[in-house]
């Protein structure tokens, strides 16, 4: 990658002279001169392990920037390549096509996993409109294959036995309507957009900074999976204050409804906190109202103390009041 086309080509010739000093060559068929923003040789941009890469001229309101923030004229747009597009509707297309006959949910329970994987693989890029087209295609191709299956009925008839309404739209392909709990097919547009964040500078996955590997990637050995999983789903920062962690703060699970008052022990009922957030929220929520001892006997608070009534353990390990 270079901004000189003569330095790329003195390049390409040098390493055809070092391959050819051992015996090898450049496959002319899969080696190409290409530039991202302007046209050569017919071609503008290049495809990278599915991905299409391409610059084009922007205003001064949409262009990129360099690190220093000046402005670059252009914005760098990668998307899904048009090859891989048409084979993944090709796959949808014959997976439809050798469920002929089965029934509705054996089809959907086919289609799901290759749709959700191939939308996950690209929903780091600008894929909304690719996701929208796909969806679009493979409508049609399930409404031809409902109306193979029922030729003496209408249109309407098999789109009411076919799509139902989930989540406020009238046109999934499922089983069933939401209230009835069917089955339905992914779509393409339900995978969000999310996009990829650089590495700081300054940071190393050796420094021992563990809230921010943590916090980035949902997992480090140092960390137990819950903690870690938490740090992603909350981007790195306290649900009770708003701020973001730092290396080395005190970090506590809290469940958002407290287990004596019958919250459950479950990622939707967990949040992570600072260590003094997490004892600011526990005398609010009301669970610091009993204490929990072996043999899960409460204690309740006494209204006329202002101490709390705690439980003693003797040398013999039996309960005093």
Known sequence: MHKDLEVVLE?????????KSIGLELK?????I???LDEYEGKTGFDFLGFTVRQFPMGKYQSGKSTNGELLGFK?????????VKSHIK??????????CAPQEALIRQLNPIIRGWSNYYSTVVSKETYSECDNIIYSQLKRWGERRHPLKNKTWVASKYWHTHGGNHWTFSTRNEKEGGMKLYRHAETPIVR?????????????DLTYWASRMGKHPEVSTRVATLLKKQKGKCKHCGLTFRDGDLMEVDHIIPKVKGGKDTYSNLQLLHRHCHDDKTTRDGSLNCTRVKGHIPEERCDAKVSR?????????????
Not at 11 to 19: A, E, G, V
Not at 91 to 100: A, F, N, R, S, T
Not at 196 to 208: A, R, T
């Open 11 to 19: 390049s390409k010739r040098l390493i055809q002279n070092w391959l």
């Open 28 to 32: 002319e068929t899969k080696t190409r």
């Open 34 to 36: 290409t530039h991202t």
């Open 76 to 84: 760098t747009i990668i998307t899904p390549s048009k090859e891989k």
């Open 91 to 100: 796959k949808v297309g014959e997976v439809i096509d050798k469920h002929k």
């Open 196 to 208: 990829h964040v650089k590495v700081k500078g300054n940071k190393s996955p050796f420094d021992g």
């Open 309 to 321: 009534t705690v439980l003693k353990t003797s040398q013999r390990g039996d309960s005093l009041a």
